[in-house]
């Protein structure tokens, strides 16, 4: 049995579990053993197969966890020749028969960068730190309220920092919840911007249901990456050409994205001043 770390950019897929009909990194995996015959065309997943989560449409990852039976000759860089650019493996360890990659999970590790333009840092920092610790969260998740569901958990980190015109969450838990994190920076900007008090975050917190107008609704997914899976005992030995692969294809998209701000900054402040010189010449 083994696992590998997987990055990816979340923004083509529907998510990370198999859907029908629509493309999903689950499927993007299978499609790529299958290639490299460590796959038959017939089976549904590879022996043994689990992975450390499910992430929603949008949502990248630096270090999704998968793990099944594979031959010895299956490493990363391996695995990424069969693998679109988009989707990289980049570390690998030997894990016990046994190994469950969603069940030996002791935690899991996200950041959100959430647009937050401003923001006050004090304010982000006290609401957040309010969410540490053990709380339910029925009022931040998605999932139907049920009394079989317990919506407990514990946010072993909860920390926060303003990055230019982002907030930068950084939680830990010992699981989380449909739409947690998303619905943290919603309510965590709604109070370092002043549009909700420092007291909506106990209001939120109260099990008691918010009614529809007080909801915190769900921040997009696109700024929500999953950083790590820990599980104990388990050391990942990372790929130096996987890594190498990363910086590539992320470095890329980087620099997309950058000239892609520029070029909205540019057009934004361009029709802005033309606006108020009409407006000027109009008066």
């Known amino acids: 049995m083994r696992a590998f770390r997987v990055a990816y950019d979340g923004r083509p897929f529907h998510g990370f579990q198999r859907q029908p009909a629509v493309a999903t990194v689950e499927e993007t995996l299978f499609d790529a053993l299958r290639k490299l015959d460590v796959l038959a065309e017939e089976a549904a997943k590879p022996p043994g197969y689990a992975a450390a989560g499910r992430t929603d ?90 009394a079989e569901f317990d919506t407990v958990r514990t946010l072993e980190t909860a920390t926060v920092e303003v990055d230019g015109e982002f907030l930068v969450f950084s939680l830990r838990a010992d699981g989380f919840l449909w739409e947690l994190v998303r619905r943290i920076g919603s309510l965590v900007r709604a109070v370092a911007t002043g549009q909700a008090p420092l007291s909506k975050v106990e209001r939120v917190l109260d099990p008691e249901p918010l009614p529809g107008h007080e909801g915190v609704p769900a921040a997009p997914p696109e700024g929500l990456v999953l950083v790590d899976a820990h599980y104990q005992g388990i050391t990942f030995e990372p790929d130096d050409q996987g890594i190498e692969s990363v910086r590539e294809v992320f470095g890329e998209k980087r620099a997309t994205a950058a000239t892609t701000a520029r070029m909205a900054r540019c057009v934004r402040s361009r029709v802005e001043a033309v606006g108020g010189k009409h407006d000027e010449t109009d008066v």
């Open 57 to 146: 449409a949008g949502v990248s990852a630096v270090a999704q966890t998968v793990a099944f039976e594979c031959p010895d000759w299956l490493t990363p860089r391996a695995f990424d020749s069969q693998l679109p650019a988009h989707v990289r493996a980049w570390a690998s360890a030997d894990v016990p028969a046994d190994f469950h990659a969603t069940y030996d999970a002791e935690s899991r590790a996200y950041e959100y960068h959430l647009f937050a333009p401003g923001a006050d840092p004090e304010l982000a920092r006290a609401a957040t730190a309010k969410l540490a610790g053990e709380h339910d969260f029925a009022n931040l998740t998605a999932v139907s309220r049920n």
